[in-house]
T-cell receptor
């Protein structure tokens, strides 16, 4: 049971470059989420999706783009990376809204 | 609006001592409540959940939490700390299946637990 996976686990990119973080879940969960985790800010929701082709903004969506063409995949794209986007990014999935979320291992992104 | 407050960003206990991590929430409707644990360089792992059944909830690794509506609290406890319990712990709340809410989880800022030998 693979669960929820993220790739890459570590990424270094330069300011202005586009980078895509991948998230894949094998449970056929309807809901998927992207968070960033920063010291002093805890977990902040970037975007979430209730189903394929349905996405919505979270608390900190600026500078990020998401898509969800298939239930199992929820990629997060930084269109033009900035140093302030250096963070650890977590993907999560949930069977239904308000229910427990299951987290991937995270991607540590450094923007130089 | 929902919110979660975890009292104490850092808690230190001795091995074998009681672990008590505090969580208070605000919610306009009966909530669902969760505790997660995060070990270094890992994602968050669900420890336990309250979804309006029994008010005392048992989780993995010997942890339990009690939902107290009158105190709007959901504190996490473990009778005897192990070195392996050293991690960061997050409390989260949602408004469950009730209408008028996105149903997303709202997380506390986390409490880092240190265990001294």
């Amino acid at each position: 049971d693979a669960g929820i996976t993220q790739s890459p686990r570590y990424k270094i990119t330069e300011t202005g470059r586009q980078v895509t973080l991948m998230c894949h879940q094998t449970w056929s969960h309807s809901y998927m989420f992207w968070y960033r985790q920063d010291l002093g800010h805890g977990l902040r929701l970037i975007y979430y999706s209730a189903a394929a082709d349905i996405t919505d903004k979270g608390e900190v969506p600026d500078g990020y783009v998401v898509s969800r063409s298939k239930t199992e995949n929820f990629p997060l794209t930084l269109e033009s990376a900035t140093r302030s986007q250096t963070s650890v990014y977590f993907c999560a999935s949930s069977r239904d809204r308000g229910r427990e979320q299951y987290f991937g291992p995270g991607t540590r992104l450094t923007v130089t | 609006a929902q919110s979660v407050t975890q009292l104490g960003s850092h808690v230190s206990v001795s091995e074998g001592a009681l672990v008590l991590l505090r969580c208070n929430y605000s919610s306009s409707v009966p909530p669902y409540l969760f505790w997660y644990v995060q070990y270094p360089n890992q994602g968050l792992q669900l420890l336990l959940k309250y979804t309006s059944a029994a008010t005392l909830v048992k989780g993995i690794n010997g942890f339990e939490a009690e939902f107290k509506k009158s105190e709007t609290s959901f504190h996490l406890t473990k009778p005897s700390a192990h070195m392996s319990d050293a991690a960061e712990y997050f409390c989260a709340v949602s408004e469950g299946d009730f209408g008028g809410s996105q149903g997303n989880l709202i997380f506390g800022k986390g409490t880092k637990l240190s265990v001294k030998p």
